[in-house]
């Protein structure tokens, strides 16, 4: 595996910090075929009050990210480092079972053997059936924020397509809509 490591002008990394990314990430290497050119892109960044480090592994017909922010930046590579775990774990249980039938996903992972104990697959436990009404988007952000909700389901007046709004991180909203 490939290691890039960026960095921004609030997170200085030195030689140990960059020692420990490379090592946390080289532990991942048992997850991939070792025929496989894999390229791990870590950026750190930081504010005032926190570490913010994202790491992305673009392959063939996925890509894994995650982003994690702590306190210190080796909490926030731990971190980072746990959830691509977890996402590679979770991926090579869906080869193993559903996706192995599509062509060229199932190259990318080793041979590794997972148990049920290491991963537990999430299922729906709630099941919730709406009646999408025609709203604006300014209509169906009021209706979102009324309900304390991270994101709404509507029809949208402007073109009558189902859409989604929904709180990003940054604070913005976001739309998801679907084709014609």
């Known amino acids: 595996m490939r290691i890039s490591i960026r960095s921004n002008d609030q997170v200085k990394l030195s030689e140990a910090t960059n020692a420990y990314i490379n090592t ?9 075929n070792q025929s496989e050119n894999v390229v791990a ?5 930081g504010n005032d009050k926190n570490v ?4 992305t592994i673009p392959l063939k ?9 702590a306190d210190t930046l080796y909490g926030a590579i731990d971190l980072a480092t746990d959830k691509i775990e977890r996402q590679l774990l979770r991926h090579k249980q869906k080869v193993n079972t559903i ?3 599509r062509e060229g996903i199932s190259n990318y992972f080793s041979n ?6 290491d991963l537990q697959e999430k299922k729906a436990t709630k099941t919730k059936v709406i009646e999408p009404k025609v709203m604006t988007l300014d209509e ?5 924020e009324m309900l304390d909700h991270d994101f709404f389901s509507f029809i949208n007046e402007a073109n009558h397509r189902h859409t ?6 940054d604070g913005g909203y976001g739309v998801i809509e679907t084709k014609e």
Do not use: G, P
């Open 41 to 45: 892109n870590v950026l750190c960044k």
């Open 52 to 55: 913010i480090v994202e790491i």
């Open 164 to 169: 989604v709004v929904y709180i990003r991180k």
């Open 99 to 101: 996706i192995k039938k």
């Open 112 to 117: 590794l053997e997972i148990s049920d104990e």
């Open 24 to 32: 946390r990430l080289a532990s991942l290497n048992k997850l991939f």
């Open 61 to 69: 017909h996925i890509i894994l990210r995650s982003e994690s922010k």
């Open 140 to 144: 169906a952000i009021t209706e979102m």
